[in-house]
């Protein structure tokens, strides 16, 4: 009898850490991945990190000799803060990084929203747990209060203060307002962005960025329930039984551990990236800065379910109908897909149609055009000429566009002398000059050459992710 009791509790406790080791595993066949690739996004680099294990001196060498060129200047307060929240999670110092003190560069960042609501955020993140000085520009509290001004009525957070909500935004806006524990305002927000992300989870358990179901949306919303101690199972977010953890892992992870942007795509950079984050918050309880954290148990699916074809996603996630916003008259060319980004990159300001008025979204994009894109999203100014090209001249109406993005270290040129401005951009060149000029971490197609709408999608989603 004794022994028949004790092999039900063996059955039990097996049975209680199995779903830990099967998180293990997943994070453990990421973590052997990004442990192979030869290079690594900051947030590939924080996720091993975070996981104990070691970044490699060389990511560190190259991210030193870049602050070294900029003079240890750079655009936006949100590229000092990756740093910094990187720095900090792999025990080095973030007020001495080769010279450099990046928190008191974050501090006294006078614009600190330029890049949008992201900056606040993630200078929240990197200033939560260090010391800072009296007299600097920004301290917690008004960040604080910066951040509760771009709260719309629903509960939702936006890119840019009068903007619609966004599902990550408002995540990690969650995330950011968790480190203000016993704030009545803070606590405030946090219960009305909660409110909002599970009016966002529809009746199936997904979730919707550009008209398609987005898993980067719910790794968000793991990290925003993580960070701030709610359970994955609160009623709030739970739909026909199954948690956000649930829907992620059964819809959108392959079989190989990697993740998928939507239902029916393949495996995409981006989006492993996120859901390697969400499992380590699970785990820690925090992505972005420590905090403290007891760990709940979570169940993992044994394996994904398979894959259904294109006709069975439609029949499973309706696509949402598209209210007309942009004001070109080819603009029933705009695919569903980059339509919200479009607007968004129209309401910066960033594309304007043709001599005819049209936006010509199907178009490839020319090496001039890209340069166009490349000037206004990172808001460069340049007014001196150089002749540096014999086939672009300072009449030319993409000159100046051209030398800015010369000047910041994007160079398209076909061998010495020529650009060949109307020639298309391959897509692989484009991507190197988001990295170059947004201090992003782009990787999304293999395609040779890329249209007008997905550059300006592309454009877009390196704004919003941080440039997430």
């Known amino acids: 009898m004794k022994k028949a009791v004790s092999l039900i509790l063996l059955i039990c406790f097996m049975l209680s850490i199995l779903p830990s080791y099967a998180s293990d595993d997943t994070l453990n066949a990421i973590t052997d991945i990004y442990l192979d690739k030869e290079e690594l996004s900051v947030w590939e680099a924080l996720g091993l990190a975070l996981n104990g294990n070691v970044v490699p001196e060389s990511y560190y060498d190259a991210l030193g000799q870049d602050i ?4 240890g200047v750079y655009r936006t307060a949100l590229e000092y803060a990756k740093i910094a929240i990187l720095l900090k999670q792999d025990n080095k110092n973030p007020k001495d990084f080769y010279g450099y003190d990046i928190i008191s560069s974050i501090a006294n960042f006078k614009d600190i929203d330029k890049s949008g609501i992201n900056g606040v955020i993630f200078s929240i993140f990197a200033l939560v747990d260090v010391d800072i000085e009296n007299d600097t520009v920004w301290n917690l509290d008004k960040l604080l209060d910066l951040l509760l001004g771009y709260q719309n009525t629903d509960g939702g957070f936006p890119l840019a203060k009068g903007w619609g909500s966004d599902n990550d935004l408002t995540a990690m806006a969650v995330s950011a307002l ?16 909660l409110g909002y992300l599970s009016s966002k989870l529809d009746s199936d358990g997904f979730m919707y ?5 987005s ?8 990290i925003a329930l993580s960070s701030a101690n709610i359970s994955l199972s609160d009623e709030r977010f739970i739909r026909n039984g199954k948690t956000v953890y649930d829907t ?18 393949t495996a995409n950079t981006i989006a492993t990236e996120q859901a390697y984050l969400a499992l380590s918050s699970m785990k820690y309880g925090y992505v972005y800065a420590y905090k403290e954290h007891i760990e709940e148990p979570v169940e ?26 942009l004001p070109f008259p080819d603009e029933p060319e705009v695919s569903s897909q980059y339509y919200d980004d479009l607007v968004t990159a129209y309401e910066l ?23 166009v894109l490349l000037y206004k999203a990172a808001g460069l100014e340049t007014d001196i000429f150089i002749p540096r090209y014999s086939d672009v001249k300072k009449a ?3 000159s100046k566009y051209v030398i800015g993005c010369y000047f910041n270290g994007v160079a398209l040129q076909s061998g010495n002398v020529l650009f060949q401005p109307n020639e298309n951009i391959k897509t692989e060149d484009f991507e190197k000059s988001i990295n170059v000029i947004l201090g992003a971490d782009v990787t999304y197609s293999d395609e040779l050459y890329i249209t007008r709408q997905k550059a300006i999608s592309m454009i877009i989603e390196s704004i919003k992710e941080g440039g997430k």
């Open 300 to 325: 993992l699916p044994d394996e994904p379910e398979p894959v259904p074809s294109e006709n069975e996603v439609e029949d499973i996630i309706p696509e949402p109908e598209i209210e007309n916003m």
């Open 178 to 193: 968790s480190y203000y524990k016993d704030n009545n305002k803070a606590e405030t927000a946090l219960s009305s962005a």
């Open 215 to 222: 898993s980067e949306n719910l790794s968000q919303m793991i």
């Open 396 to 398: 030319d109406w993409y």
């Open 209 to 213: 960025y550009q008209n398609s179901d």
């Open 349 to 371: 300001s960033l594309v304007s149609g043709d001599t005819s008025g049209k936006l010509r979204p199907l178009d490839y994009l020319t090496k001039a055009e890209a340069c």
């Open 68 to 71: 070294l060129q900029r003079d």
């Open 248 to 265: 992620l892992l059964e819809k959108y992870m392959t079989e190989d551990g990697k993740f998928k942007h939507s239902f029916s795509a």
